[in-house]
């Protein structure tokens, strides 16, 4: 008799409410979004720099990185090259054209026997407080070293 009176009730339809769960999955969803990079570019850049903020949005190439300290170290690809000789009436910068030869020897002997280009663009990286006749060392050096596009990077 019992089972006779278990089948005559009919289940009802089981309702599921997921409207919290949907609520924490489109909160992961933009914190993911958030942090999500398309590209993973590490620049080197020494811990002491402090970077000018930029409104821009365009993203920067994988190549030889440029920084200059406030107090006035120059390193390239995060290893120190020099330090700018503020008595120095020369607009070249001897050790850092030194090294940018080189840097320009290992892009070129790369692209030889990979195929691969690596950018020639260089990434300029210097302290907010640095004068700008120090920058302008730098750019010039740049440009005798052949490498004649660079970008200055910047934090957002």
């Known amino acids: 008799m019992k089972r006779k009176s278990l089948r005559r009730y009919k289940k009802g339809e089981m309702h599921l409410e997921i409207n919290s769960l949907l609520d924490i999955l489109v909160i992961l969803l933009v914190f993911l ?23 821009s949005f365009d993203q920067n190439q994988d190549s030889v990185t440029v920084s200059l300290t406030k107090n006035l170290d120059i390193y390239v690809n995060k290893r120190i090259v020099d330090r700018i000789d503020t008595e120095s009436r020369s607009r070249n910068i001897a050790s850092l054209y030194n090294e940018l030869l080189g840097e320009r020897q290992r892009i070129e002997n790369n692209y030889k026997s990979t195929g691969l280009n690596i950018s020639s663009v260089v990434n300029v990286v210097i302290d907010e407080t640095v004068n700008y006749k120090h920058i302008r060392k730098i750019l010039y050096t740049l440009k005798e070293a052949k490498f004649k596009e660079y970008k200055f990077i910047t934090t957002q």
Do not use: M, R
């Open 33 to 55: 979004i958030k942090n999500f990079s398309a590209t993973h570019i590490d620049l080197p850049i020494p811990k002491e720099l402090i970077v000018p903020i930029s409104k």
